[in-house]
């Protein structure tokens, strides 16, 4: 079985530019996690989806995180513009019943 | 507020020892317990969970042990061996629809060989 694949693996930028990143569940998955990981700390749930909803955006930065799921599927997650702090990993994550989630290998992203 | 805490940063076993993880919380409705385990440059992979209705839960060399009444629970790894070495996290959640995984901050593992 395939598991979460994640891209890009790594991304640099400069503050105030725009970056996205791509995740696509395990195939049947409905629950769907994107998670901000700072070094040194335990991921940070950032949204949740249950098909192509949102069931929890609560931690999520909207002045410049937004984050979709297409057709239940596929999801992207965007930063428009990235500040320092946005330097972390983002983990994808999907469950089949929202008990035990698995992650992707994540994308490191670099903010200069 | 950290609702889950590991207290250990970093913990070294010589190889074929048995290495002890702890992970205290705070929050009394948490109701499922998982700990994962972190290569570098990898996500976190799914090794082992634990509902709160049981004290105790093994699968191969991996036991966890959960005591509700001191908020405590502990992965323990016998034998361990090099390939252990890694980063490990314990997780929590509360029952209902959205199921949230709370972390701790990690404990960095290393099994000497």
């Known amino acids: 079985e395939a598991g979460v694949a994640q891209s890009p693996r790594y991304k640099i930028i400069e503050k105030r530019q725009s970056v996205a990143f791509w995740c696509n569940p395990i195939?049947?998955?409905?629950?769907l996690y994107w998670y901000q990981q700072i070094l040194g700390q335990g991921p940070k749930l950032l949204i949740q989806f249950q098909n192509n909803g949102v069931v929890d955006d609560s931690q999520l930065p909207k002045d410049r995180f937004s984050a979709e799921r297409l057709k239940g599927v596929d999801s992207t997650l965007k930063i428009q513009p990235a500040k320092l702090e946005d330097s972390a990993v983002y983990l994808c994550?999907?469950?089949?019943?929202?008990?035990?989630?698995?992650f992707g290998p994540g994308t490191r992203l670099t903010v200069l | 507020d950290q609702q889950v805490k590991q207290n250990s940063p970093s913990l070294s076993v010589q190889e074929g020892r048995i290495s002890i993880l702890n992970c205290d919380y705070t929050?009394?409705?948490?109701?499922?317990f998982l700990w994962y385990k972190k290569y570098p440059a990898e996500g976190p992979t799914f090794l082992i969970s634990i509902s709160s209705i049981k004290d105790k839960n093994e699968d191969g060399r991996f036991t966890v042990f959960l005591n509700k009444s001191a908020k405590h629970l502990s992965l323990h790894i016998v034998p361990s061996q090099p390939g252990d070495s890694a980063v490990y996290f314990c997780a929590a959640s509360v029952s209902g629809s959205a199921r949230q995984l709370t972390f701790g901050s990690g404990t960095q593992l290393t099994v000497l060989p």
């Open positions: 994550a999907s469950s089949p019943d929202s008990y035990t989630q698995y």
């Open positions: 195939s049947g998955h409905a629950t």
């Open positions: 929050n009394s409705m948490f109701d499922y």
